[in-house]
């Protein structure tokens, strides 16, 4: 029976070590520069923008900067919670900029080197940027 017991509690322990992986906090997949691609949504089309528009953000750990034609337009800290979107129903990764935690929810997603940003309402826009470091 000791046997038996040690066996399971030793499979646990591996499984466990093994089967545990570290997520990467979230703010750390934001880091880096990030050029626009698309723009629109709402009740408005969807825009394109072609590489070497120098139209940038870029997220540090804790602070980020949006460019404008290679022009500071703004910057400060921001922070990302799990938070839940009323558009999807689901746990979604929402960014505050300078604690603004009462304007309007903001969340993002993260897939392919693609950053997409969107207001949590059906007819708000997006904005699509392509990681480029």
Known sequence: ???????SLSLIIVAGFFGCKKDVPISDSLTGTWELRQDGGGWGAIV???PGNDTLVIFTSTAYSFYNKNKLVRSGAYT???????MYGQLKNRIIFDGHTDDMRQF???QNNKLS??????DAPMVMYQRLK
Do not use: G, N, Q
């Not at 029976?1 to 066996?7: C, T």
């Not at 990302?80 to 009323?86: I, K, L």
């Not at 940003?117 to 059906?122: E, H, L, Q, R």
């Open 117 to 122: 940003f969107w207001i949590d309402a059906y």
């Open 108 to 110: 993002f997603d993260i």
């Open 1 to 7: 029976m000791k046997r038996i017991l040690l066996f």
């Open 80 to 86: 990302v919670r799990r938070d839940t979107s009323f």
């Open 48 to 50: 394109s923008h072609k």
